[in-house]
């Protein structure tokens, strides 16, 4: 008899909980008896994917994770880097994208305060906040809905609690109508002589419960956020959690006062699964046991059960171990933040999670069978890649109605350039993000050095605010000159139609973002947002997709510090059909800047400036530079086909270094990579962000127009150099770039003017009817 | 010039301005700590930015009763400088230090920016480094900036000339389009009569920094100290 017929549990209660029939029969035999209710729960959270990720923890191996300046990385709360003279970095991603898609607001709030948790609990400062976000169309009430709600959340939250949401992307595409996407992304500066870290140790040490009081909310948001979304997904709002910035501001302050103190053996964040998962990985971790008494445990509703203490997912919580006799000195710290802090529990010696109820033993597993030794599901890779990415490969660029210099006919009509330079910069994904940037604090703290919209990449100043030892603050503002840069990248459309081809894409692409800041890239925390992995497709994706940032990583000695997986991101319609996300590897990369004084922007900065493309020239048609998965063929030809650019590493990093190289010797002034919409969109926005036009001459006569203009790829940058510094950069380019670099023009002017050698316009727009599409095209989609 | 920065939880510009007086100007400066009241060693209280206390009720709603604002509305009684940042702003309209109320902006978005404001009056301290009618751009972040108060009280602001800051163009004209907020005049920062508090929406300590950009903020804090130095 299978042992789940014998079980206390129907087979409802028993899949409620996410468990699988062949997973409860693990447990039986792991315990050696039938779970009880809170057990049951505590084993449903702590083996969804969102915790223990059963189905993506064998692609994740191939990622490289060491590294001269990894200090701490894939297993801990956050990854941690050296930046040198004694600085590190602490940085993470994670994801909310289930909770935000019933609840927007809180939804997005409290995973601003989940990730700023991860940075903090390892004694760091959050110093700043990027965020990766993808909605459905804006034309969709819905969608509209879900947008502002998300903004509105990230910016309560980031705003209250002081951090500066310094940067992000924001994607339009009817793929995340139903699921969209909330990425959010922390950097902190560690201000602890030692990083704190998450295993519990020293038998008899005290467990300490700090933060804010545990109440019903949230309840199971690891299981909810680890199943598809359906219709019936809004009555799962229960599961969202419901953050308060204020209190997390005070908790930010408080740890950090209680790390100093040196009486802090270990710390980890109530985060997905709240006492349920930070106590057994904090037991697991120091290979120890933990027993914790509910009762002791502040509550802010009364009557509550074991099943919903153990599975509360109430925010800003903490649990500490402590040094034995000095737990006194870390509870008035909090008390001065007026924030709760009791001793709930000890370290036992037992490797087991023992949970105490009203005097009685409420819950007893071992500590490994929660956190460490979990299920592992190998799904079979597809043999070849399935119909729809075949199909989609076979489209050519010939299948595109004609064109001529002057335009291209559609079926609406004929379009010329400049109006398809415009229609593209009125696209939401393409046009300014001032709308969403506009409502976040991007300055508190300091030491924004680049302002949102103004480079490729977010630039903070690194400024330790104090040492361990002391409260001093650093006296001297010129002993100030190393910043960091981070950004966080992925063209999904690339990921669909070629998910090995695209994850490398979106890795290459953030270290191209840094290196036009005049960063070096240094390491990457990612957050995989696929679709479900039993879905032999969706397993492709993601198994694919895993191959090439493995390798796009490899290439560009970006170790992989941390990140978070996200799957099941599908709806589910009324008759259980799946539709699932583009899948969307989100990849954040942080880099290093020595001297501050050394950087660029994306904007034009001084008229008579010559303007350079460094990587594959304007006219080559290739598979590294593409119409294929362009944004142009999905926004004017509403086409996702093709395949999209193919990636050349050592192009890549030839570009990237040169671009460095210039900024780092004075040389280059402005710096713009060309992505979604190629080279004439990343002009124009040079032109838009800089307020200067530019002359444009290409030595070309293409089958194509549209190609030269709007294909996407050939590892491009284009970059600004100011005439005096002409010659230099030339012999240095034709030294390190060989021939992948070409002199197109000059900074000037009102207009963006792009012609060919034999005086054929192309484009001919002025800055103000470029800002008229592009500036306000979010708000107009707003206002219907 | 011995500076005191009031830090309320929630507070969170607090360090901020501290990396102004201390870092930059190398002036002493001390944290209070919002149930602290002895401010007898202090020049300048300077509230800052931030969410006081969550600001859950009413932006400053709850501190102006903190011991550290009581001991503020002595300080400022005594004729001293008081100086109100964003949410110090808020605060001290709540305390009574200053006339109206900051509100919930027009188009109800936080809004963050760098806006033109116009420098209305320079004979005081917090000014005398600015040229009257020089336009100056300073950044803004809040979600209730929008000033607010009665046409008596915004007619005895005006005769008094307790306007210091007002947004404006690029140019330096008062038109409605440069009003990121929606306030009452155009209001960006005022005094009391006397001159010696001042409460503000726009962030000077955020443009002081020239390895960040502008510095058009400094010189309210250097202003502040050419005056201190002259009393003592």
């Known amino acids: 008899m299978p042992v789940i017929a014998s079980a206390p549990f129907s087979a409802e209660e028993i899949a409620a909980e996410g468990i699988k029939p062949e997973e409860y029969a693990d447990i039986v035999q792991r315990l050696g008896r039938h779970p009880n209710k809170a057990e049951l729960g505590m084993f449903g959270v702590m083996w969804s994917e969102h915790c223990c990720y059963k189905n993506s923890r064998p692609l994740l191996k191939q990622f490289p994770t060491e590294g001269d300046k990894i200090l701490v990385g894939p297993g801990e709360n956050a990854g941690v880097i050296d930046l040198g003279d004694g600085l590190q970095l602490a940085f993470k991603i994670e994801s909310h994208n289930h909770p935000s898609a019933v609840e927007p607001f809180q939804g997005a709030a409290t995973g601003v ?25 804006l034309d969709d009430a819905k969608t509209r809905r879900l947008f502002t709600g998300v903004v509105a959340g990230i910016s309560h939250y980031g705003n209250c609690v002081g ?5 992000g992307e924001v994607y339009f595409d009817p ?39 545990t109440g019903r909310d949230g309840m199971g948001g690891a299981s909810f956020a680890s199943a598809e979304l359906s219709d019936r997904s809004m009555d799962d709002r229960p599961a969202v959690q419901v953050g308060d910035p204020f209190l997390e501001k005070s908790l930010i302050e408080a740890c950090l006062e209680a790390f100093k103190t040196g009486a802090v053996v270990a710390a980890q964040d109530m985060g997905a699964a709240g006492l349920t998962c930070s106590t057994s990985e904090m037991a697991a971790k120091g290979g120890v046991g933990i027993e914790l008494d509910l009762d002791l445990i502040p509550a802010r509703e009364t009557g509550m059960v074991p099943y919903e203490y153990l599975l509360s997912e109430s925010q800003e919580r903490m649990l500490f171990v402590a040094h034995k006799g000095r737990e006194q000195e870390l509870i008035d710290i909090f008390k001065r933040w007026e924030l709760q802090a009791v001793v709930a529990g000890t370290v036992i010696e037992e490797s087991i999670v023992r949970i105490l109820f009203k005097g009685e033993i409420a819950a007893e597993i071992p500590a490994t069978a929660l956190s460490d030794n979990t299920p592992i599901y190998h799904h079979e890779l597809l043999k070849e890649p399935p119909d729809y990415a075949r199909q989609a490969w076979e489209w050519s660029r010939d299948r595109l109605p004609t064109c001529n210099e002057k335009g291209i006919e559609l079926a609406s009509g004929f379009l010329t350039w400049n109006q398809v330079l415009l229609k593209l910069l009125d696209s939401p994904t393409i046009a300014s993000k001032r709308w969403v940037y506009r409502q976040y604090d991007h300055q508190v703290q300091n030491n924004t050095v680049t302002l949102p919209g103004g480079a490729d990449a977010a630039v903070v100043r690194v400024r330790p605010l104090a040492n361990a030892s002391s409260s001093s603050f650093v006296a001297d503002p010129s002993s100030l000159t190393k910043g960091v840069a981070a950004t966080v990248d992925c063209n999904a459309r690339y990921v669909y139609l070629h998910p090995y081809e695209g994850a490398k894409a979106a890795v290459a692409e953030a270290a191209r973002n840094l290196s036009c800041v005049g960063a070096d890239p240094i390491a990457v925390t990612d957050n995989l947002n696929f679709g479900s992995p039993e879905n032999p ?172 203009l709007f294909a996407e790829g050939g590892a491009r940058i284009i970059v600004s150099v100011s005439r005096e510094h002409q010659s230099d950069w030339e012999t240095y380019l034709n030294l390190q770039l060989d021939a992948h670099w070409q002199k197109i023009g000059q900074v000037g ?23 008229c599409s592009w500036q306000d095209a979010i708000e107009r989609r707003l206002a219907v | 010039m011995n500076v005191g920065v009031v830090v309320f939880p929630g507070s969170n510009c607090d360090r901020d ?45 709850i501190a102006r009763f903190s011991p550290v604002m009581q001991a503020t509305i002595k300080h400022a009684e005594q004729g001293k400088f008081v100086l109100g940042i964003c949410n110090g702003f808020q605060v001290l309209t709540e305390a009574g230090l200053l006339p109206g109320a900051l509100v919930r902006n027009r188009d109800l978005h936080f809004v963050c920016d760098r806006v033109p404001l116009s420098v209305e009056r320079t004979d005081l301290p917090w000014t005398n480094h600015y040229r009257t009618g020089e336009v100056i751009t300073l950044p803004i972040a809040h979600g209730e900036g929008s000033y607010y108060a009665d046409a008596d009280t915004l007619k005895s602001l005006e005769d008094n000339h307790q306007v210091l800051f007002r947004y ?30 001042l409460g503000m929406m726009p962030h000077p300590e955020r443009a002081s920094d020239p390895s960040l950009g502008g510095t058009d903020g400094l010189r309210l804090f250097e202003g502040m100290l050419s005056a201190i130095a002259t009393i003592s």
């Not at chain 1, 951090?163 to 940067?167: D, H, K, L």
């Not at chain 1, 560690?190 to 140790?201: D, L, P, Q, R």
């Not at chain 1, 992505?675 to 002359?695: H, N």
Request: aromatic share 6%.
């Open chain 1, 749 to 771: 002017g009102r207009s963006l003017r792009i012609s060919t050698a034999n005086h054929l316009w192309l484009i001919d727009a002025t800055i103000a009817e470029m800002q």
């Open chain 2, 17 to 61: 301005v501290v990396w102004v007086t201390q870092g930059l100007l190398n002036q002493p400066t001390r944290m209070i700590w919002h149930e602290d009241s002895d401010l007898s060693d202090i020049d300048v209280v300077i509230v800052p930015g931030g969410f006081s206390y969550g600001d859950y009720l009413r932006c400053g709603a």
């Open chain 1, 537 to 708: 497709i969706g397993y492709w994706q993601l198994a694919e997709a895993c191959r090439g940032l493995a390798e796009a990583c490899t290439e560009f000695s970006t170790p992989v510090t941390g990140g978070n997986v996200s799957l099941y991101n599908e709806t589910l319609d009324s008759d259980g059909k799946p539709a699932p996300i583009y899948p969307t590897p989100v990849i954040g990369m942080v880099g290093l800047i020595p001297d501050l004084s050394r950087i660029a922007g994306q904007g034009w900065k001084t008229e008579g400036d010559m303007i350079y493309l460094l990587g594959l020239e304007v006219n080559t048609p290739s598979e590294s530079v593409t119409l294929g998965a362009s944004e142009y063929l999905a926004s004017l030809h509403s086409t996702i086909a093709g395949k999209p650019p193919t990636i050349d590493f050592s192009l890549e990093r030839a570009v990237q270094t040169a671009c460095r190289d210039g900024i780092r010797r004075g040389w280059i002034q402005s710096a713009h990579d060309s992505a979604e919409g190629g080279f004439a969109i990343a002009l124009a926005e040079s032109c838009l962000s800089g307020q200067y036009g530019a002359e444009i001459t290409v030595d070309a006569s293409p089958d194509r127009w549209d190609h030269l």
């Open chain 1, 175 to 213: 793929a995340y109508s139903g699921n969209p996407l909330v990425n959010v992304m922390a950097l902190g500066l560690m201000e602890t002589t030692e990083i704190v870290k998450s295993g519990a140790k020293g038998i008899g040490n005290p467990v300490l419960y700090v933060g804010s009081t």
């Open chain 1, 163 to 167: 951090v500066p949401t310094v940067g």
């Open chain 1, 113 to 137: 305060g989940g990730i700023l948790r991860d940075i903090f609990t390892m004694g760091a400062r959050p110093i700043a906040l990027l965020n990766s976000l993808r909605f459905g169309s």
């Open chain 2, 168 to 197: 404006c163009s690029a140019e330096g004209k008062s038109d409605p389009l440069s009003n990121p907020n929606g306030s009452l005049n155009q209001i960006a920062g005022i005094c009391n009569h006397q001159g010696n508090v």
